[in-house]
C-alpha cells in the first residue's frame, strides 16, 4: 500500500521567512501527491497536486512543491509566508497500485506563522 | 460550482443517541466518499460511492454506521447509539470521473460531539 510520512508536527517561522515542510511517500508504483490545507474549524482545500510531468508544482497562495523520485519526497516549500498562512497542512496519496480511489493522509504538520 | 456542502456544521449529542449527516457534492462529481478526522491527525477514509452504488468500506466504518446515496445525488452518514470515540470531524469529498479524478474536493465538515 502506498503511504506518506509528514516528517514535522509543528513548524513555527517567522512572517516574511521561506518554509519548507516535508513529505516522503512510500510507493512502488507511479505516484499522484496531494497537498491540502486546513484552516481551524474548516475542510480541506487543494494546494498543489503532481500527477506527471514537470517535477515543480505550483498552487494556490504561492505555495509549490518538488517531486524527487530518487528520494521519495515531496517538499512543500514557500519562499515568504505571511500570518495567513498559519494552519494545518497534509500531504496525500491514493492507493494506486490496488486502485482504491480512497486517499491516505500524513498526520499534519501545523504552520505556526509569528509576527 | 458551488462547491462540496455539509449539514450541519456542528453536532452536540448524548451517548446511545443516533445522528444523521448530510453532503451534497459538487452538482457534476459522480463520486463521493466519506472520512473521519480526529484531533490531531489527518482524515482517515470511510466509506466511497460511485453514483449511487456504495463500492468501498473501510474496516472502520463500524456495524453502527451506515451511508447511503440513493439517487446519486447527495448522501447521508448515520451513526446509531453514538459513543465518546465517535466524536470527530466528519468529511465528505467528491471528484469527477476520468484519470484526474484521485483529485478529491472536501466540504467544510461536520463536528460531532458525543457527550
Known amino acids: 500500500a502506498q503511504s506518506v510520512t509528514q516528517l514535522d508536527s509543528q513548524v513555527p517561522v517567522f512572517e516574511e521567512a521561506p518554509v519548507e515542510l516535508r513529505c516522503n511517500y512510500s510507493?512502488?508504483?507511479?505516484?499522484?501527491l496531494f497537498w491540502y490545507v486546513q484552516y481551524p474549524n474548516q475542510g480541506l482545500q487543494l494546494l498543489l497536486k503532481y500527477l506527471s510531468g514537470s517535477t515543480l508544482v505550483k498552487g494556490i497562495n504561492g505555495f509549490e512543491a518538488e517531486f524527487n523520485k530518487s528520494q521519495t519526497s515531496f517538499h512543500l516549500r514557500k519562499p515568504s509566508v505571511h500570518i495567513s498562512d498559519t494552519a494545518e497542512y497534509f500531504c496525500?496519496?491514493?492507493?494506486?497500485?490496488?486502485?482504491?480511489?480512497?486517499?491516505?493522509f500524513g498526520s499534519g504538520t501545523r504552520l505556526q506563522v509569528q509576527p | 460550482d458551488t462547491g462540496v456542502s455539509q449539514n450541519p456544521r456542528h453536532k452536540i449529542t448524548k451517548r446511545g443517541q443516533n445522528v444523521t449527516f448530510r453532503c451534497d457534492p459538487i452538482?457534476?462529481?459522480?463520486?463521493l466518499y466519506w472520512y473521519r478526522q480526529t484531533l490531531g491527525q489527518g482524515p482517515e477514509f470511510l466509506t466511497y460511492f460511485q453514483n449511487e452504488a456504495q463500492l468501498e468500506k473501510s474496516r472502520l466504518l463500524s456495524d453502527r454506521f451506515s451511508a447511503e446515496r440513493p439517487k446519486g445525488s447527495f448522501s447521508t452518514l448515520e451513526i446509531q447509539r453514538t459513543e465518546q470515540g465517535d466524536s470527530a470531524m466528519y468529511l465528505c469529498?467528491?471528484?469527477?470521473?476520468?484519470?484526474?479524478?484521485?483529485?478529491?474536493?472536501f466540504g467544510p465538515g461536520t463536528r460531532l460531539t458525543v457527550t
Open positions: 469529498a467528491s471528484s469527477s470521473t476520468g484519470a484526474i479524478s484521485y483529485e478529491q474536493y
Open positions: 452538482s457534476e462529481h459522480n463520486r
Open positions: 510507493s512502488s508504483v507511479s505516484v499522484y
Open positions: 496525500a496519496v491514493p492507493q494506486m497500485d490496488t486502485g482504491r480511489r480512497a486517499l491516505t
